[in-house]
């Protein structure tokens, strides 16, 4: 089959590189994979970053990518942080005559869909990937696209759920996978001091605000803890550094280690397509404490796996804290079952179920 896949660019972030695993795994099955990304349209604070990112990547200056009708063709171009075996178009806009030709496109739910959705059959049978729903509200375009003639993917269960409940759609469920024989465990946290982990992040809805109060609520009661955090977003402006290990961007390498540093990882986030991080420091055997924040409900469950608290409840949050540094064999336990369940999400079972729904909508 030849596949296209859109992406809003090509770093390091949950939903792309879902894609790009996806793409990269139907590569090596034998079909002929396309991604098609954007640049961003005009430079200001938030995205000067991903420009100077994205022209590093292809080699061309900011002015010629964003060229009207431009599509620049790249085949198997390097990624930093992932071995690309498709090919990666670059267009100013997504006109369906820059797309290439398919026999299945899949966007991803946003902004794209409308477009997406006015192509002609060369351009391949249309899919939309739901890898979240609603972060900041649900949008009219989400809306639209949930109801558009496509067919739905989605990364998680609820996602499943709200758009049978909602808008009557159904949908496959593609669930997220870990790469089990990256994110392992490494090192065991043998410091008198306990680690708390967790994502900063600048976005509201992933909750870090509620995240660091918890903790700070935590180190009232247990005074040997400290806090790692990781990100993509710039250093945060925290007030008690003295206790926080912060990491910028690190290698994905490193990622395993910090994970498995942490006695317990927390994400405070108030809604999720489906937590990775959450998942990755659980094949890393750290203890998980989270938000029931939807994506979870895969895998986090209350008592089993995890300690799960409702979102934006910070005392629940920092008692759950508590309660996993102050009994060891309970964290012990939760993140034994997390790890045993973790393995059980795999990108082969992942890729032969879309796959076959790819297969049997062309027949």
Not at 103 to 132: A, E, L
Request: charged share 20%.
């Amino acid at each position: 089959m030849r596949i296209t896949f859109l992406s809003p660019h090509l770093n390091l972030a949950g939903g792309v590189k879902n894609i790009l695993t996806f793409a990269k795994l139907l590569a090596e099955r034998g079909h002929k994979i396309n991604i098609v990304t954007q640049p961003p349209g005009k430079l200001n604070r938030t995205n000067l970053k991903l420009a100077l990112s994205y022209t590093q990547q292809t080699g061309f200056s900011l002015s010629r990518i964003i060229a009207k009708g431009v599509r620049l063709a790249t085949p198997s171009m390097p990624i930093e942080w992932l071995e690309n075996k498709a090919s990666i178009y670059h267009v100013s806009n997504l006109e369906e005559s820059l797309m290439p030709d398919a026999d299945i496109i899949v966007c991803t739910g946003g902004s794209d869909g409308p477009i997406v959705n006015t192509y002609g059959p060369g351009k391949g049978r249309k899919f939309v990937f739901f890898q979240g729903f609603g972060a900041n509200g649900v949008t009219r375009e989400e809306k639209a696209v949930a109801q558009m003639p496509f067919k739905k993917l989605v990364v998680a269960s609820w996602i499943k759920k709200l758009l049978h409940d909602r808008f009557g759609e159904d949908s496959t469920l593609v669930r997220c996978s870990i790469d089990t024989n990256f994110f392992y465990p490494t090192t065991c946290n043998h410091e008198k001091i306990r680690t708390v982990g967790m994502l900063y992040h600048t976005a509201p809805w992933k909750g870090v605000t509620d995240g660091i109060k918890a903790f700070q609520i935590a180190r009232q009661h247990i005074s040997k803890i400290k806090l790692v955090m990781f990100g993509c977003v710039g250093k945060p402006l925290l007030r008690f550094t003295r206790y926080c290990d912060f990491y910028y961007n690190p290698p994905q390498e490193f990622l395993r280690d910090i994970y498995s540093s942490c006695d317990v990882w927390v994400c405070p986030s108030r809604t999720e397509g489906f937590g990775m991080t959450s998942a990755e420091a659980m094949a890393c055997k750290s203890c998980l404490v989270t938000t029931d924040n939807g994506g979870s409900r895969d895998f986090a469950f209350h008592n089993k796996t995890a300690l799960v608290s409702p979102p934006q409840n910070v005392n629940q949050l920092a008692d759950n804290i508590i309660l996993a540094l102050q009994n060891k064999s309970l964290r012990k336990r939760l993140a034994s079952n997390g790890y045993d369940l973790i393995q059980t999400f795999t990108w082969e079972a992942a890729t032969d179920i879309l796959e076959k729904t790819f297969t049997e909508a062309l027949h």
